[in-house]
């Protein structure tokens, strides 16, 4: 089955600043890397997602990219603000429709005012 | 457009009991997958269901079992509550073939066992 590792599994920046999230998975076969943000107290939402074939996406201050050869992808948020103090989530597909997720551990993202 | 719906919100169970979770998938969609979701980690995978029928399974016990209605809504049935069970239970759902038509998750029932 598929494994996702996740790093960092907290992180502080400073509001304006950028921040960096990692993940590597196991399976050369995955084709779909979705990102889920996680407020307290609901569950997690769907911020950007990347396929297979292409290497970067973008949607406004959020972007993810991805290598195969390596097997990992990263999510990008720049001009941080305190509403994007969250839970982060990747995740990568274990089966061929990619409705069936492994989840990384999470990295808790806190902005600073 | 409805959400992922999920009822209850919280619950508090005794060791040895049984429970179960209801969710009604976003408008439109006709799969439906379950997740547990522990204390500081992230969703694991239970089951999805399509068709009324049981499609995957993830490395869950018996004990928990589920059921897709023919208005695609869905149950989750936990027997013989164990304390480890205690965890954020989340309902995703989606369209069948799912490679254009990511998860979208409710936002879960709070399962407490004591």
């Not at chain 1, 509001?15 to 995955?30: H, L, N």
């Not at chain 1, 999510?75 to 409705?99: K, M, R």
């Not at chain 2, 869950?60 to 049935?77: A, K, V």
Request: hydrophobic share 30%; aromatic share 10%.
């Amino acid at each position: 089955g598929e494994n996702v590792e996740q790093h960092p599994s907290t992180l502080s920046v400073q509001e304006g600043d950028s921040a960096v999230i990692k993940c590597t998975y196991s399976d050369s076969a995955s084709n779909y890397f979705p990102w889920y943000k996680q407020e307290l107290g609901k569950g997690p939402q769907l911020i950007i997602d990347i396929r297979s074939n292409v290497g970067e996406k973008k949607d406004q201050r959020i972007a993810v990219t991805l290598n195969k050869t390596a097997k990992h992808f990263s999510l990008h948020i720049t001009e941080t603000q305190p509403e994007d103090s969250a839970v982060y989530f990747c995740a990568a597909p274990f089966n061929n429709a990619g409705n069936m997720l492994t989840f990384g551990g999470g990295t808790r993202l806190m902005v600073k005012p | 457009d409805a959400g992922v719906t999920q009822s209850p919100t919280h619950l508090i169970k005794t060791r040895g009991q049984q429970v179960t979770l209801r969710c009604s998938p976003k408008s439109g969609h006709d799969t439906v997958s379950w997740y547990q979701q522990a204390l500081g980690q992230g969703p694991q995978f239970i089951f999805q269901y399509y068709e009324e029928e049981e499609r995957q399974r993830g490395n869950f016990p018996d004990r928990f079992s589920g059921h897709q209605f023919p208005n695609y809504s869905s149950e989750l049935n936990v027997n013989a509550l164990l304390l480890g069970d205690s965890a954020l239970y989340l309902c995703a759902s989606s369209l069948v073939g799912g490679g254009n038509s990511p998860l979208h998750f409710g936002n879960g029932t709070r399962l407490t066992v004591t």
